[in-house]
């Protein structure tokens, strides 16, 4: 698919042609008395290539585009939503009924600013290429291992998004991502193994590499290993530790703080007696917000405030919470640039993209090479820790290590610990970083952990 065959759009930001005028929405909400409105709107186009068995299996299309009207009466909030054509009257009165059902608030729009229209970014991929990446990774993956059956999706995705509102805001521009996802099953037996991996960049897609990392886990995985019972070094590769880092994150939500749920945060409603200057991460982590890094780089939030470059922790220190408009007023700190939807039909909400974690010098053969006995982690079977930071977790992909040499899969192992202890006794950060969702992380070794396994093979 060229980049003529996408879906015709207007000279205005992108967005299609069909799709309600946000200037006819925000006219008619302040003919019915609205103090002030925006309407944000986002549209998306894919062409998933899907691989089962080791042939290609499908092409789809998957088109949507919704509008999303926000708007105040009598300082009451209302928020109404429509996918696809709709009556822009029938939305306007939807915003105004549902505003009467809540309470007063501050209005919270953005004013116009000085850089409202923006490079697209990413360019679109024809089919045929993806087809070919599959091909080739699979491919790949076969000439090491002839058994194993391989499933993949190869997809390239443009979404446009525009943020228009009543103060004067008009921002806008379109995105182009392209995915994989790459998975081999091995059965042997009764002994069955499923590895798997992903990728997700602009303009170009690596098909090897991604192919040889899952090659690499089958290799290690020939022989299983027992393992031992205690606390021992862990090895988080990059693509586990993201279990880690989502923790972090609730940890770092301005709202969080404010509700006193976050460990990090002071007394309920405040900052006061909040950690902010304190160590709360070993010292060797650094973890800070890129907003021009990797294939998530977006130029504003939901809100229409410009993204920024920020550092939350710095040598383990704590600097920022990060913030929507509304969070950041309460809590006194103002918008970090951070007012994310949820969904289409969501009220903008503090989240995190573009979170990178300071990589270190070694690779993951140097990591492994350096434990003299441990446990590493590649694939967990269970959700994550949450913001408590305990967690207990099978193991549903992970090798065991002896003199820094992997001995084999593990099987029947569980993990136990507690992730903001475990972050103050990292023992080396890998220089391996790739993006797992907008989160860019090394592989990590920490100390401490339980390990529970069997002692036989």
């Known amino acids: 698919m060229g980049a003529a ?12 042609t069909g799709a309600i005028e946000p200037e006819q929405l925000l006219d008619l909400a302040q003919r019915a008395g609205a103090e002030a409105a925006e309407v944000y709107q986002s549209q998306s186009l894919s062409r998933p290539v899907s691989f089962e068995a080791n042939r290609l299996k499908q092409i789809e299309s998957a088109q949507a585009a919704g509008t999303a009207l926000r708007l105040w ?36 729009l953005a004013d116009s600013a000085a850089a409202d229209h923006y490079p697209d970014l990413g360019q679109a991929i024809a089919v045929e290429q993806l087809i070919e990446w599959g091909k080739s990774a699979i491919t790949h993956i076969r000439d090491h291992h002839p058994d194993v059956l391989c499933s993949a999706e190869w997809e390239a995705d443009v979404e446009t998004t525009r943020l228009v509102n009543s103060r004067g805001l008009d921002c806008g521009y379109s995105d182009t991502t392209l995915g994989c996802y790459l998975s081999a099953e091995w059965v042997r037996g009764d002994d069955f193994l499923y590895v798997a991996d992903g990728q997700t960049q602009r303009d170009q897609l690596d098909p090897i590499a991604i192919a040889q990392q899952v090659v690499q886990r089958l290799d290690w995985s020939r022989q299983n290993a027992a393992t031992l019972t205690g606390r021992l070094p862990v090895l988080f590769t990059a693509k586990a530790a993201d279990m880690l880092w989502g923790t972090v994150q609730a940890a770092l939500n301005g709202k969080q703080a404010l509700e006193g749920a976050s460990p990090w945060g002071g007394q309920t409603g405040k900052l006061e007696g909040s950690r902010l200057g304190d160590r709360v991460l070993d010292g060797g982590v650094t973890l800070s917000q890129q907003p021009e890094a990797g294939p998530y780089s977006c130029p504003f939030d939901d809100e229409g405030t410009a993204t ?22 309460r809590l006194g700190i103002g918008t970090t640039g951070n007012g994310f939807r949820p969904g289409l039909g969501s009220y903008p909400a503090p989240g995190l993209f573009n ?6 010098q070694d690779s993951l053969e140097q990591l492994i090479a350096n434990l003299p006995s441990g446990l590493i982690i590649d694939q967990m079977l269970g959700g994550g820790a949450g913001i408590s930071g305990d967690f207990s977790v099978n193991i549903d992909l992970g090798f065991w290590v002896e003199q820094g040499q992997i ?15 475990a972050l103050k006794q990292v023992v080396a950060l890998g220089g391996d970083a790739e993006w797992n969702g907008s989160c860019y992380t ?12 069997r002692s036989g093979d």
């Open 73 to 108: 009466k009598n300082g009451r909030p209302g928020l109404a939503v429509a996918y696809g054509p709709v009556d822009a009257q029938a939305l306007v009165e939807r915003a105004i009924a549902l505003s009467a059902l809540n309470d007063p608030e501050d209005i919270e």
């Open 442 to 453: 090394p592989s990590i070794v920490v100390d401490g952990l339980s390990i529970t396994g």
């Open 308 to 329: 920024r470059a920020i550092d939350f922790v710095k040598d383990g220190v704590l600097q920022s919470f990060y913030a929507d408009r509304k969070t950041g007023r």
């Open 5 to 16: 065959e996408w879906p015709e759009v207007s000279a205005t930001n992108g967005i299609a």
């Open 407 to 421: 001995v084999g899969r593990v099987k029947d192992t569980m993990v136990a610990g507690n992730v903001y202890a």
């Open 355 to 360: 979170m990178v974690i300071t990589p270190g």
